[in-house]
């Protein structure tokens, strides 16, 4: 099978499906903004010169002529939209080919200032495929409801974590390091593990926080930090390479995720894999991940106070931590092993495929 996935935005996830599929058997050929060859996998720059105001139609029109030589020569049996963009030359070009569309989150509760033109846009791509797929059942329904799609119409397929490469080498950290590997943006609450800090360590005050993730909020935290006076608490680490993060979680006793937002909650799928406890909100596609009281602990977004009690239970209670980082590995490798979503993304390839030919 031919599969064609195209992307505005390039990232890990992207990276894993593709070679996946093509690790599976599977043609694999990505259109994206990137020119870094992947093993398998053919790749089809999406650049086109900057887009202009003054001269719009003209870098519509490249852009449509590229698509169109790009699926000319790919000849894909399947499409595979990887976030929802107001792509207007995808559906003119696509000339009869099944296009599958994976919402992410971010693309489906955009700005309150969303331009009606691209909303239309993206209901109508959403209208149009033949089949759309959410990592969670919390992004299933929104996902729905943004597009006035009937709930069914949307297929649920949690995303997995690939068990032999996210693996414990050794039982649960019994220092107390807490982990948060986010970007540092405020949907993702960093500000709020922050905040929770000093009632935390006037508690125990040998915690330590490593802050995976990098942003435009870096700076401002970390004013934050020295302000509250948590500042010798935390170590910085910045962004770390996709390979990198099994060993840095193997390092922690707990992971924090004090999200305002998420539409599924990789992170914790990741951090349960490798036996780390999970503290996180209560919020979006989170309560399908972490098993509140089994896997991790949840708490209220925005508030630091039961975040800072909840992280200090697991730290503290050494029976509660092992039970829980043996639960989690237990509960990811039976809901959210990485083979088994990519049969089943398979399966939905050759389904719309199949129902293209009848």
Not at 120 to 131: E, F, N, S, T, W
Not at 151 to 174: E, I, K, M, S, T
Not at 231 to 249: K, T
Not at 254 to 276: H, K, L, N
Request: hydrophobic share 45%; aromatic share 6%; proline share 8%.
């Amino acid at each position: 099978m031919r599969v064609m996935m195209a992307c505005a935005l390039w990232s890990v996830h992207v990276d894993r499906w593709a070679r996946g599929l093509a690790e599976a058997g599977a043609e694999v050929s990505v259109y994206a903004p990137r020119t870094e060859p992947l093993p398998g996998v053919r790749v089809y720059p999406s650049f086109v010169p900057p887009f202009r105001w003054s001269w719009p139609m003209r870098w519509i029109s490249r852009y449509r002529a590229l698509l169109r030589r790009t699926l000319r020569e790919v000849n894909p049996d399947v499409v595979h939209l990887h976030m929802l963009t107001p792509d207007v030359p995808l559906l003119d070009e696509l000339g009869g080919r099944p296009l599958v569309v994976s919402t992410w989150g971010s693309d489906i509760s955009p700005p309150a200032a969303e331009p009606p033109a691209e909303r239309d846009c993206k209901v109508a791509i959403l209208h149009q495929a033949a089949a759309v797929v959410a990592s969670s059942a919390h992004l299933g329904v929104e996902t729905a409801r943004y597009a006035g799609l009937a709930p069914d119409r949307v297929q649920v397929l949690h995303w997995g974590v690939d068990l032999d490469q996210f693996h414990p080498a050794n039982g649960p950290c019994d220092r107390p390091v807490i982990g948060f590997i986010k970007n540092l943006q405020e949907v993702y609450g960093p500000d709020v593990l922050i905040d929770c800090l000093p009632e935390l360590l006037s508690a125990l005050p040998e915690a330590r926080v490593l802050m995976i993730g990098g942003g435009r909020l870096e700076e401002c935290l970390k004013q934050r930090a020295e302000h509250l006076g948590v500042q010798h608490a935390i170590d910085w680490i910045g962004y770390v390479d996709y390979s990198a993060v099994p060993d840095y979680l193997g390092r922690m006793a707990v992971t924090a995720m004090p999200s305002r937002r998420e539409a599924f909650g990789m992170a914790a799928i990741e951090s349960q894999a490798m036996g780390v406890p999970v503290v996180a909100s209560r919020v979006g596609g989170i309560p399908e991940c972490v098993l509140d009281g089994t896997t991790g602990l949840l708490v209220p977004p925005d508030d630091p106070q039961a975040l800072a009690g909840a992280l200090r239970t697991v730290l503290t209670d050494s029976a509660l931590r092992h039970r829980l980082a043996r639960n989690g590995r237990g509960h990811v490798a039976a809901k959210f092993n990485w083979r088994t979503t990519l049969q089943k993304m398979i399966a939905i390839y050759e389904s719309v495929v199949e129902k293209r030919g009848a």
